[in-house]
């Protein structure tokens, strides 16, 4: 993502990765004597149902369910999964055919058929969950089984990017006999076709997977059974890394930790694979609270911001300053945020508020989830609350909940300001502007765009050709500046830590940086 080619088909080479230790030439075998491969998170399921999740819960279901699209190593672009091809049927994007590979079944033995990737993808909007996936769908009309085996999508407005909404784990194919047509399943079971069955689940602790045997797609196990420990705090995910408890980490690694991992090398008897990333850190005022909805309020904000004092004195470099929704790498990325603010200032700041009648502190409360996106969240957030006090503007309170709760907090609107992470659906533009604009979206909080959601995203999508859709990516981005609804903060890199025995990591991060599990195996020679 850093200093990277713009190109469409370059923007998530997660491929081009470096190794800083572990330099053990491998043999293409796995090894399963030590039992499963154990890797550690920071980031656990919300929730078992596709129907329910727009969030990190992605991560494991790329593993346990499947799509009828998805990204082999190294790919850029949605290729054949659950599907043996789909294309568009029609030059104007608006008739998307698909057929299935021949005998599918899910883990359970129960066929997978046309209709039940129908039931599947309809289910998400009966549903319709508010903040779920179903605002992935707004370009879906409706599905028409040809037969057992081929199905074909009726869109209501042109979309290149169907392929990519369908090769998000959202769109995962579940079993109609399982899964309510109308409401969630909650018996925290789950019957997928995915590369791994899940065989015992224990809410924010762990998750085991063996592997499908019934599986057919892309995927290529090099492993038969991987165990996902789940942390609330990074230094003890990591601790059990370096006392052999765990094998890999992703997701949630410590600034601190990165730096020593890099300077210390083989040393440590660890490995630190590092990766261009896309994910991102920032802001949401919602619109419901009386300060947060002033935008002198939301633009005095965004002027006092330091970023590169966040991203230099809590995360120590291991991030970059953010100026767009849309990271750097992506195609139509601009630094709106730089342009129109430049370098923090209190005096400009006191001057918006003081253009708008306000002259009094302006009180805010701040909301960031304390067990999502690592131990560093709370430190940022403090870090946040000094900026704002020190201008002299503000007067900041502080809240944290744990993630499953706070999901749910931000869902009903119930906080002033509160501290989002995104990592994307599929590697585009669109996905760091549509989800978080219109009635329904990811957030929880209406923000009606309707020159975006209206003009600028149709326009997008009727061009299959990404790289010819730069004018309207900067004139949505410039829109989000200028609402000052959603501030971003810092954009992330990828860091996969492992122990000097595991392979795989190098291969094992999709373009929207979820971990395929099947990747990781134990180097079986040196």
Not at 251 to 261: H, Q, Y
Not at 333 to 343: K, L, M, V
């Amino acid at each position: 993502m850093f200093n990277r080619n713009p190109c469409l088909r370059h923007l998530a080479a997660v491929t081009s990765i470096t190794l800083v230790a572990g330099c053990g030439v491998l043999s293409s075998a796995s090894s399963d004597d030590k039992g499963p491969i154990v890797v550690g998170t920071t980031s656990a399921p919300s929730t078992l149902d596709p129907a329910a999740s727009w969030d990190g819960s992605w991560e494991l279901f790329r593993n346990i369910y499947q799509t009828l699209l998805s990204y082999p190593s190294g790919a850029t672009t949605p290729e054949p999964d659950a599907a043996q091809s789909c294309g568009f049927a029609d030059t104007s994007n608006l008739v998307y055919r698909c057929k299935l590979r021949a005998d599918m079944k899910f883990s359970d033995g129960d066929t997978l058929d046309a209709r039940a990737v129908k039931y599947s993808i309809d289910r998400i909007k009966r549903i319709n969950l508010p903040g779920g996936p179903a605002g992935l769908l707004g370009s879906l009309d409706r599905i028409q089984v040809l037969n057992a085996h081929e199905l074909v999508f009726h869109l209501n407005k042109s979309d290149a990017t169907f392929p990519f909404v369908l090769a998000t784990p959202a769109m995962s194919i579940v079993d109609p006999d399982d899964y309510p047509a109308h409401s969630l399943r909650k018996d925290g079971k789950v019957f997928g076709s995915g590369p791994y069955s899940l065989r015992s689940y224990e809410d924010g602790k762990q998750a085991e997977l063996v592997r499908n045997d019934h599986y057919k797609g892309f995927a290529e196990l090099k492993n038969d059974a991987v165990t996902i420990r789940y942390f609330q705090d990074s230094g003890q995910m990591v601790d059990a890394l370096k006392d052999k408890k765990i094998d890999v980490t992703y997701r949630g690694l410590a600034s601190k930790d990165i730096v020593s991992l890099r300077s210390k090398g083989a040393d440590s008897g660890l490995q630190l694979v590092e990766g261009a990333g896309m994910e991102i850190s920032y802001l949401v005022f919602n619109p419901k609270d009386p300060w947060a909805k002033k935008l002198a309020v939301r633009k005095a904000v965004a002027q006092v911001i330091d970023r590169a004092a966040i991203a230099h004195k809590v995360y120590k470099d291991t991030v970059d300053p953010l100026y767009s929704m849309v990271p750097a790498g992506l195609t139509g990325h601009t630094t709106g945020f730089f342009d129109d603010y430049g370098d923090p200032s209190s005096s400009k700041a006191r001057q918006i508020l003081s253009e708008a009648g306000i002259t009094e502190r302006v009180p805010l409360t701040l909301w960031y989830t304390t067990d999502r996106y690592g131990s560093e969240t709370a430190p940022e957030f403090q870090e946040i609350k000094r900026q704002l006090e020190d201008s002299g503007l503000f007067r900041v309170a502080l809240n944290g909940r744990p993630w499953k709760t706070y999901e749910e907090g931000y869902r009903k609107g119930e906080y002033p300001v509160f501290g989002r992470g995104w990592f994307p659906d599929f590697p585009d533009a669109e996905n760091f502007i549509a989800p978080f604009v219109g009635l329904q979206n990811a957030l929880g909080t209406p923000y009606p765009a309707p020159r975006i959601t209206d003009i600028l995203l149709p326009a997008s999508r009727r061009e299959s050709d990404r790289g010819a859709v730069v004018k309207e990516f900067e004139a949505a981005q410039q829109i989000l500046v200028d609402d000052a609804r959603l501030l971003p903060l810092w954009q992330g890199k990828q860091f996969v830590a492992a122990s000097e025995e595991i392979s795989g990591g190098e291969q094992a991060l999709d373009p929207s940086t979820i971990m395929m599990m099947w990747e990781l195996h134990r180097k079986t020679s040196w």
